[in-house]
Every structure is written in C-alpha cells, then in structure tokens.
C-alpha cells in the first residue's frame, strides 16, 4: 500500500510547543487524521482535515497541510506532561474507508 | 459509556488454538472496522463492514482469519489454529455511513505462546 512516514520520537519540555510531522505518498488521499494512543489503550481521534483544507485549529491543536508536498504537522501549543504518548498520522482516499497509519511519533514531555 | 467496547481485553492462548474477539460499536455506527496492531507499528486494516455485509478484507485477513457482524450490531473476530504471529492487538473501531471519523475501542491484546 502507499506509505505514510512519520518520525519516530520527539521530546519537548512541558510548556513549549511540539511539531509532529508526517509524509504520505498517496495523491488520492482525501481525509487525513491525527490520534493519540497512551500505553495499552485504544486510539483517541483528536482531529481531521480535507485535503481541501490548509489549516485546521482546534483549542491547543493545529493542523497544516501542504497538499503538493504531501505533508501534514500536527502542532500541540502549551504542551503539557499529559500529552505524553504516541501520535499516529492517518490518510483515507475518497475511494476507500480503510484508514492507512504511519508508525506513530512517541511524544515525551519532560517537566 | 457509550463508546467502543471490545472483549476480552487479553487473551493468552496455546499455538493452534482457537481464539474469539467481540466488538460493540458505538450504536447507531452503521459501519464497523477490524485492525490489528503490531508492537511498533501503527494500525492495519483487516477488514470492515456496512450493517452486516462485509464489504472490504485485506490481504492480511488470511484464511483463518474470520469475520461475522450478523445482524449488524457486534462484530466477532476469530482466529483458528493461531499461531505466534498473532501475536498483536486487535482494534475495532466503528463510524456512521457518512461519517469521516472512526472511534476506537480498548483493542484486545492477544499473546501466542
């Protein structure tokens, strides 16, 4: 299948902002997701955009996408010890409903 | 709570046993979804439905793999004659027919020994 690539890991100090990045390679892709998964749990949606969009904000949470570029930054301002966990990037062609994940981003902040 | 609910939550199994999962989905979700995560690795999609069709299966969904969602509320996911490479948690996430987001469950973790 297409590929999505995110980086592997990220630390930040609590109160700073942190930049989650990810890459995908599928021009197809219509809806592109950003979950939270703490250890041992399920995913937590914590937002989407359209490919139509460039920027979606939602409270602490900012999306970017550059659709030529094919990538996608999820931005958590006031990062805080609670954030701690991995972010998985997520892309969904019009054509499907199967969501396609990169590895995840683990996100440690340190007080 | 009115979100995802899978059961069990762990499993332990013997090699060449077979194993059932249960998922019930947020109600009302018309759609329902199997994935399977692997450690280190994001989730992958194995199958989902509409109501009690089966619409799409990957090709991970092997032959002992399947899949039921009779009257389209639960959906059961069971493995036959596991072997260690099972060894993963399985997702089950569920979405409205016209809904963009698909809300996750607890997952099963199952362990092949």
């Known amino acids: 299948g297409e590929d999505v690539e995110q980086s592997l890991f990220l630390s930040v100090r609590e109160g700073d902002s942190s930049v989650i990045n990810c890459t995908y390679t599928?021009?197809?892709?219509?809806?592109l997701y950003w979950y939270k998964q703490e250890p041992g749990a399920g995913l937590q949606l914590l937002t989407y955009?359209?490919?139509?969009?460039d920027m979606k904000q939602d409270q602490r949470l900012t999306v970017l996408l550059n659709k030529k570029d094919k990538h996608l930054s999820l931005r958590i301002a006031d990062t805080q010890t609670g954030d701690s966990a991995i972010y998985f990037c997520?892309?969904?062609?019009?054509?499907?409903?199967?969501?396609?994940f990169g590895k995840g981003t683990s996100l440690l902040v340190t007080p | 709570d009115t979100g995802v609910s899978q059961d069990p939550r762990h499993k332990i199994t013997k090699r060449g046993q077979n194993v059932t999962f249960r998922c019930d989905p947020i109600?009302?979700?018309?759609?329902l979804y199997w994935y399977r995560q692997t450690l280190g690795q994001g989730p992958e999609f194995l199958t989902y439905?509409?109501?009690?069709?089966?619409?799409?299966k990957s090709r991970l969904l092997s032959d002992r793999f399947s899949a039921e969602r009779p009257k389209g509320s639960f959906s059961t996911l069971e493995i036959q004659r596991t072997e260690q490479g099972d060894s993963a948690m399985y997702l089950c996430?569920?979405?409205?027919?016209?809904?963009?987001?698909?809300?996750f469950g607890p997952g099963t973790r199952l362990t092949v020994t």
């Open positions: 996430a569920s979405s409205f027919i016209r809904g963009y987001e698909q809300y």
């Open positions: 599928d021009s197809s892709s219509t809806y």
């Open positions: 955009i359209f490919s139509n969009m």
């Open positions: 997520a892309e969904r062609s019009n054509s499907g409903y199967a969501l396609n």
């Open positions: 109600s009302e979700h018309n759609r």
């Open positions: 439905f509409q109501n009690e069709a089966q619409l799409e």
